[in-house]
Structures are given as C-alpha cells and as structure tokens.
C-alpha cells in the first residue's frame, strides 16, 4: 500500500502521510497541511476526523466490535469487576492480584468528601437536574484539593487526584440522590466493593437495615463496565479538549459530564424512559411513533436509536438487552413501557427507512429500563452512565496528557462580511 496521500489543491499537489493503527486503519496525517498549502480540512461534527492517536479502546462500528486495550467487551463484561476495567482503561493492562489489591484498598480509603460540600447541595432549589450538580461537584473538587492545579505536579500527585476522583464519584453521586429527596447522608463503609458502596449510599435508609441484592450488585457492575469507554465520543473528546489546555482533571471530567448530559450523548437513557412513558400514556401506539420518526417533517426521533459510529447492532446493546431481560425477570418487575420498547424494537428492526440507515438500538435504549427496574429515579440515569464512564475519561486525560498533546484549537472556515468601516450609532440606518 501507498504509504502517502496526494491532494491536488488548486493545481498544486502534495503528499501526505498515512498513519497507520494497529488494527489497521488508515489516516491521513494532515498536521502539515495548512503550513505547505494555505488549506485547511472542514469536517463538520468530525464525522471523518481523527483528533487523535490512542491505545485505550478499539471500536468498529461496521463490524460491531469494542474493545478495551484489546480484550473485548463481552469478555470484560462477563468476568470483570468495574475497579479491575478502571485499572485496565488507566494503567494499560490487566491488574495482578497484588496491584488490584493496592488498588482497591487506596480508592476504599479515599471515599468520604469534605463535609463543607454539603453546603453546596444546601444552596440548590429543590427539584434541580442531577447532571448539573454533578457538573459542580466534580468541578468544585479542585478547590478541595489544590495540587489539582498544577499539570507538571508528577507522577504521584497525578495518581492522587485520579484516586480521590473515582473513590469520591460513588459518594457524591449518592449524595445527588440523598439530596433530591430530602434524606440523610449515608456514609461510605470501607469494607463494600465499588459497586456495593453506591448502591449502598443510594438505596439504604438511615433508621432501616439495607440488604445488598446480589443480583443489583452484578447488573450494576456489568451495567457499569459497558459504559467505562467509548474512544472519542462527544464526552471523551471534549474531557480531551479541555485537559489540553491544561485544566485540571476535575475541571476537565466536569465538563465531560456537561456533554455527556445532552439528548444526543448519555442524556438520550432518560429521554428513553420519558419517550416510552408519553407512547403509554398515548394509548401505546408504537407504530405512530414510528411513523412520526420517520416524517422529515416532525422533529421527533426515536431516543436510543442509530449511533454515530455504530452502523451495526451495538455490542453493548446486545448484552444489555440479555441483561435487562433477567434483571426484570429475576426482580418479578411488570413494566409496561417494557412492552412498548419492544414493539418499537421489532418496527425498527423491520423498517426499511431504519434498515436503510442502519439504525440500531443503542445502548441508552435498555439501560433506562434496568436503571428503572433497579429502583432508579429517571433524572439519575445520566448520572449512572457518567459512574461508568468516570474511568475511561480519566484514561482519555491521562493518555493525553502523557502524550503531551498540544492545546486544541480547531481551524474555521470564516464566512461572515469582509472587511467594511465603522459606522457612527447616528449614522446607521
Ligand atoms: C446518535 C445520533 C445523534 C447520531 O447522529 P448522526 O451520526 O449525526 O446521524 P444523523 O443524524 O445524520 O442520522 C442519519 C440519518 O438517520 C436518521 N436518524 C438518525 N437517528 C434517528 C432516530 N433516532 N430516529 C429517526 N431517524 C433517525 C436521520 O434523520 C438521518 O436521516 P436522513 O439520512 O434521511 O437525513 C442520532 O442517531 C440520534 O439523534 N439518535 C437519538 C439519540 C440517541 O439515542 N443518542 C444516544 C447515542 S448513544
């Protein structure tokens, strides 16, 4: 194969590098462009941009695969637990006992928060959007811990502020749920898992005894390891962009959770549940909906179908979808709005306007209907999916920073007015 590129630009050719990744996808390495033609590359959306070179997760979109550091998805989600993936996104490989050991034991020490940060849920109105407080939490971090601040504080203090992120998230994200309903706090206990300890700190009532469900425990864990990493998506992308300034690594998650929130991203498992509900509540006519998906004229899509980079059945989707069938089976839960998602399942699979398109379930569609079935409220549902993905945005952050990339800063296309003169407030018409 041709290791280069020729672009004939205006009349004027030049050569480009390939690049080459281990699964051997090509990409044109365009970083010399500009300075050798005057060109740039417009990409709306960076449908066909690579921002950057990475070592974390693999994905096909074409062939539906996904994996992390080379083991797939399925087998991580099979036999994994969600601190070993966080492990693997973060330091590169698979854990030791005695690393995951040390691991574990520094994160369980690490969960309690600072009790001024409760003063900051205190000043919220009541019936605010989880998201947006987790945006704050997370952010308000760095004030907490000021060795944040600093990007060339080394090696160790950088492992620091990762550890009290992960080991906090759990905490601050029960406290989101505590907080909205006008409950006491429950504290972290050491000696639960990751996974335990937030259901824990979510489910358990201060004056009751709360029993860990074993079948919860494995549904989050493996509900949580699906969403650890998805390469450069929309959050990903922006964690990267924001780190490449170099903010500090709350600040930088922080925002990944603000574009984590939107409709488009991880705000879709809500809109899920809210999409599902509002069909019911019309009679459960799911071919209506279907209909109305499909009128270019009705702004209407259908939450949790097609995917940017998945044009085949989302490997998540697929173990999600075996999961919520004996979660709610195993729960004895009766959910209408399941039957709904499954006729709306079967019309789209059967559609030609969704074959076409290659719109699959995604992963947003069956998640909301566990999270429900698991006791969740709906407005927490992006808050689990951020949970999930705290491990693979902090890998995307680290990479980055240990590559040390430059600072993100896109080219435009300008297309305002040109040059004009100034006119006088008097003098405009
Ligand atoms: C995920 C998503 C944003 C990807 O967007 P994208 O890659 O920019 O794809 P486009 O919006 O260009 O969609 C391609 C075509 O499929 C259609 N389409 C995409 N998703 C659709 C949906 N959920 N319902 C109906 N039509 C849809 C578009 O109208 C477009 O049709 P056209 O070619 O006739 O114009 C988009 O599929 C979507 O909005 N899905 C619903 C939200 C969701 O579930 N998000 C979570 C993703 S994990």
Redesign the pocket.
Same mark, same amino acid.
């Given at each position: 194969m041709s290791e280069t590129a020729k672009i004939n630009i205006q009349g004027q050719e030049t050569e480009l590098p390939l690049v080459v990744g281990t699964e051997n996808e090509v990409g044109i390495d365009i970083s010399k462009l500009r300075g050798s033609t005057g060109a740039v590359t417009l990409d709306f +959306?960076y449908?066909n941009t690579g921002a950057t070179t990475s070592g974390i997760t693999y994905l096909d979109g074409e062939k539906g695969i996904l994996r992390h550091r080379g083991y797939s998805i399925e087998e991580l989600a099979d036999k994994a637990e969600f601190l070993e993936i966080a492990y693997l996104l973060i330091h590169g490989e698979l854990p030791t006992k005695q690393e995951y050991a040390e691991w574990d034991n520094e994160i369980r020490r690490h969960t309690l928060v600072n009790g001024d940060i409760q003063n900051i849920f205190d000043a919220w109105p009541t019936g605010s959007h989880p998201m947006g407080q987790l945006i704050a939490m997370i952010s308000s971090l760095s004030s907490f811990y000021p060795e944040s601040l600093d990007p060339n504080a080394g090696q160790e203090a950088r492992m620091r502020t990762i550890t009290r992120l992960l080991a906090k998230m759990p905490t601050i994200c029960a406290m989101i749920s505590k907080n909205r309903i006008g409950h006491p706090l429950i504290y972290p206990q050491n000696s639960l898992t990751y996974v335990e300890n937030y259901l824990n700190m979510t489910f358990k009532h201060v004056t009751e005894d709360y029993e860990l469900d074993p079948i919860l425990v494995r549904a989050m864990n493996k509900l949580m390891i699906l969403h650890a990493d998805h390469e450069q998506n929309c959050s990903a992308s922006t964690v990267r962009l924001v780190g490449s300034s170099h903010a500090n690594l709350y600040a930088s998650v922080s925002a990944g959770v603000a574009a984590l929130w939107g409709? @488009? %991203?991880g705000g #879709?498992n809500q809109k899920v549940i809210e999409m599902l509900e509002a069909i019911q509540a019309d009679g459960g006519d799911a071919q209506k909906y279907i209909d109305k #998906?499909?009128d270019?004229n009705d702004p209407f =899509? @259908?939450?949790? /179908? +097609? %995917? =940017?980079v998945y044009k085949n059945f989302d490997p998540r989707a697929k173990i999600i979808k075996k999961s919520a069938d004996e979660v709610l089976e195993k729960l004895g839960v009766n959910d209408p709005t399941l039957e709904i998602a499954k006729k709306l399942e079967q019309a789209a699979l059967s559609d030609p306007y969704f074959i076409e398109?290659k @719109?699959f379930p995604?992963?947003? /569609?069956y998640s909301g209907i566990i999270y429900r079935a698991m006791g969740f409220p709906v407005e927490m549902f992006t808050v689990l999916f951020a949970l999930g993905r705290l491990p693979g945005w902090i890998a995307q952050w680290k990479e980055m920073m240990e590559d040390k990339h430059p600072i993100g800063r896109p080219r435009q296309i300008y297309t305002g007015p040109v040059s004009r003169d100034f006119v006088a407030m008097d003098k405009r018409s």
């Open positions: +959306g449908k409709p @488009l %991203h #879709a #998906a499909k270019k =899509r @259908l939450m949790g /179908f +097609g %995917h =940017r398109r @719109l995604n992963v947003d /569609f």
